[in-house]
């Protein structure tokens, strides 16, 4: 089972603040997709990279995968109290494999 | 615009009581799957189904059988439901991009307890 470590668990900023969630892993992904889920519903997809290096920008939002294909990032620039979720990362191994592996998440609360 | 629709919502059960639950999308999408979301655990496969007729295990599959009789409905089956079983429940569907998932679309979650 191929583990994608997300870091940190939690994480409590003001509005206006910067911050950024880490999701790594020994193992190489053919991609990796980032959602956020809001409680009581189920979680949305924010985006998906697939070259190494790659860089997307939604918005405030900044997602970078990691030129190896082992890690990625977002960076969320002044952090909105909408922004408030658990943010997870998930990746496919590629091959005839349809099993999509997630993180455990990142809990995020943006205080007003 | 329904997308994924889990039934029921929520549901208590007793130890050694078997129910089913439904899903349903309405997208036309060829993959579905089964996860199942604890707290600090992330959310885990279940069972996934690339097409009508054909089901695979994930990560977790002990306790839960699943078939795919029409592209539309996925059901997860829990013969002889276990307090371990406790659990949000979330069914997602997607067209395979190549040999990847895709994008999932998930349905609202099914909140079960196991007495």
């Known amino acids: 089972t191929q583990l994608l470590e997300q870091s940190p668990q939690f994480l409590s900023i003001q509005e206006g603040e910067n911050l950024t969630v880490y999701c790594n892993s020994s193992s190489v992904f053919s991609s990796l997709q980032w959602y956020r889920q809001e409680p009581g519903e189920g979680p949305v997809l924010l985006v998906t990279v697939v070259t190494g290096g790659e860089v997307k920008k939604l918005k405030r939002l900044t997602f970078q995968f990691g030129d190896a294909r082992k890690d990625s990032s977002l960076h969320i620039t002044a952090a909105q109290p909408g922004d408030t979720g658990l943010y997870l990362c998930a990746g496919n191994s590629g091959g005839s494999n349809y099993k999509l592996t997630f993180g455990k998440g990142t809990l995020l609360t943006v205080n007003p | 615009n329904a997308g994924v629709t889990q039934t029921p919502k929520f549901q208590v059960l007793k130890t050694g009581q078997s129910m089913t639950l439904q899903c349903a999308q309405d997208?036309?999408?060829?993959?579905m799957s089964w996860y199942r979301q604890d707290p600090g655990m992330g959310l885990r496969l279940i069972h996934y189904?690339?097409?009508?007729?054909?089901?695979d295990q994930g990560e977790v599959p002990n306790g839960y059988n699943v078939s795919r009789s029409t592209t539309e409905d996925f059901p997860l089956r829990l013969l002889s439901a276990a307090p371990s079983q406790t659990s949000v429940y979330f069914c997602a569907s997607s067209i395979p991009s190549g040999r990847a998932t895709g994008e999932l679309f998930f349905g609202e979650g099914s909140r079960l307890t196991v007495l």
């Open positions: 997208m036309n999408h060829e993959y």
């Open positions: 189904s690339v097409g009508a007729g054909i089901t």
